[in-house]
Every structure is written in structure tokens, then in C-alpha cells.
């Protein structure tokens, strides 16, 4: 963890958040999320002449005095694993807490989820804004023909659960249809 306890500004760039003091990187590599997709046959093609980058997370996560917010920015890369665009892992907050996605530029849906099973999906477009509330797991997608960059900002001390979503799945994907991309059932969770 670390805090940040002056005052600053920086550009939306992986760059700018790169020069943070204090700056966690989380890379995501296809190994890191193969049971995530559909198309295990894909996966295995793809691994088998590389590992790609699927996203990476600058964060600067608060260390939880009254006030504070902690904030990441997230690129996911364009491209798709079979007919499956590229996501983040997704998860659901342990502790109570929204958060607020701020897209800068790329086109992607966010995935939404409670624990009930109840899902939503939200378009996100440069200049947007999407609202998580606490509760809903999510998971984000990139679905257009460039990267996706996004900032996300909560409040401090969020546990994240990552393992009921890697041990459930998603009820919805996203997947390439014939005229772009569609949220379909997930058949596998």
C-alpha cells in the first residue's frame, strides 16, 4: 500500500501514472487468465507462440484515513481470444464501496453482477462515466479496434475477491457477432 500525501496533477497516460511515487503495476498476461475465456482451443493456440497482454492497472491505493480515495488507471488491450474480446479478470469488492470509471478513450462494456446472479452490462465511450455500486462484481471488455484506457477511482481499504468470479465465471460474455460485438449467456458458468 501506499498513500499519497501531496498535492498533484498528471495526465490520463500510462506514462504519467508510471512516474507516481508509489505506483502498484498489475500486468495481465493470457496465462494469467486462461480459464476466463470460452475458446480453451484458442488459448492454447495463441500460448503456444506467445503470452500476450491482455491489460495493465497503475493503481494508488490509499492507505484508508477518512477522505481519501484511492484511483488506477487501466489499459486493456484490443483484440480478441477466439471470437472473446480481451477483459480484466473481474471481481467483486469484499468491503462495502463503489467506484466510478471514467473512460478516456477505446470503446468497451463493463460487465456487472451480484451475488444473487443479476446482471447488467453498461457501454462505455470516451467522456463516459459508469457507476459500480457495492455488491456487483465487474468485469470490463474491450470491444473496439484500439486500446481501452479508463480511470477508476474508490475509496481506500476495498478488499477485492477475485476467486468467486474465477471459480464461477461470469453469467455473460461478450462475443464478436456479425455486427459487432453481443452479451451473451455465459454457457460455462
Not at 22 to 39: E, K
Not at 49 to 69: K, M, R, T, V
Not at 146 to 158: E, G, K, R
Request: with cysteine.
Amino acid at each position: 500500500m501506499s498513500s499519497v500525501q501531496f498535492p498533484f496533477n498528471l495526465t490520463l497516460e500510462s506514462e504519467a501514472f508510471q512516474s507516481l511515487h508509489g505506483v502498484n503495476t498489475i500486468i495481465r498476461r493470457l496465462s494469467d487468465m486462461i480459464p476466463c475465456f470460452a475458446d480453451q482451443q484458442a488459448v492454447k493456440q495463441i500460448l503456444a507462440e506467445d503470452d500476450p497482454i491482455l491489460y495493465e492497472f497503475w493503481e494508488i491505493e490509499q492507505e484508508g484515513s477518512a477522505g481519501e480515495l484511492s484511483f488506477g488507471l487501466t489499459r486493456i488491450h484490443a483484440g480478441k481470444i477466439g471470437k472473446e474480446y480481451h477483459m480484466t479478470k473481474g471481481h467483486f469488492h469484499v468491503t462495502d464501496g463503489d467506484e466510478i470509471y471514467v473512460v478516456v478513450s477505446g470503446h468497451g462494456l463493463l460487465l456487472l453482477q451480484t451475488r444473487e446472479g443479476e446482471t447488467r452490462s453498461l457501454e462505455m465511450v470516451p467522456g463516459g462515466i459508469c457507476y459500480v455500486p457495492g455488491g456487483w462484481a465487474h468485469r470490463t471488455v474491450n470491444t473496439g479496434n484500439d486500446n481501452l484506457l479508463f480511470l477508476s477511482i474508490w475509496p481506500p481499504n476495498i478488499e477485492h475477491d477475485y476467486e468467486t468470479v474465477a471459480k464461477h465465471g461470469f453469467p455473460i460474455r461478450v462475443m464478436e457477432g456479425a455486427d459487432g460485438p453481443i452479451v451473451t449467456d455465459n454457457d460455462q458458468s
